[in-house]
């Protein structure tokens, strides 16, 4: 083998030892609010990444907007019954009249105060804080949830991309 065959055994070696790409898939072990601090996991090898190594991207951050108490304003609410008396006099003649405030009242199914609202992912409507007020945009990292990270500073710190759907870690 010459030199130039040796050298190019050399690279394939260095890079088949090493880590050849950037990017990486992790799984997710820890996310608060049920643990203390994020913790990725990209191999068995290796320990988890803790938060202090770890950059969180826009998509992966959880994002929500609130639900705003609000009324509506009804403007003709006119009307008669007819009984085999005959008919009535008319009814709510002097507008404007208002619902109650509203929000969404305990037990109220969030999909269809949702339908009102033109966020929808993958086929389903936005889902809705635990507490009700608020819509959630971009759910935050949980346990299991796997991600697309970008190791920088030769494996010292990571960027979390964005999370990852189907395909194998």
């Known amino acids: 083998m010459d030199l130039l065959g040796v050298l190019q055994e050399i690279n ?12 990486q898939i992790g799984t997710v072990t820890k996310a608060p609010p049920d643990d203390d601090e994020l913790e990725i996991q990209i191999s068995e090898a290796m320990a988890p990444l803790k938060q202090a190594v770890l950059y969180l991207a826009e998509p992966v951050i959880e994002k929500k907007i609130p639900i705003l108490r609000h009324r509506h304003e009804i403007k003709i609410l006119q ?29 109220f199914d969030a999909k269809v105060q949702a339908e009102n609202f033109v966020g929808w992912e993958n086929g389903a409507a936005l889902p809705l804080s635990k507490d009700k007020k608020y819509i959630i945009l971009n759910p935050a990292l ?5 991600v697309l990270l970008l190791r920088v500073q030769s494996g010292q710190k990571f ?10 870690s």
């Open 79 to 107: 009307h008669k019954h007819v009984t085999p008396s005959g008919p009535s006099e008319d009814a709510f003649t002097a507008p404007p009249y208002f619902t109650e405030w509203s929000a969404l009242p305990d037990g």
């Open 159 to 168: 960027i979390v991309l964005s999370r990852v759907y189907g395909g194998e």
């Open 142 to 146: 949980k346990a299991g949830d796997k």
């Open 12 to 23: 394939r070696q260095t890079n088949d030892a090493g880590q050849p790409t950037d990017l």
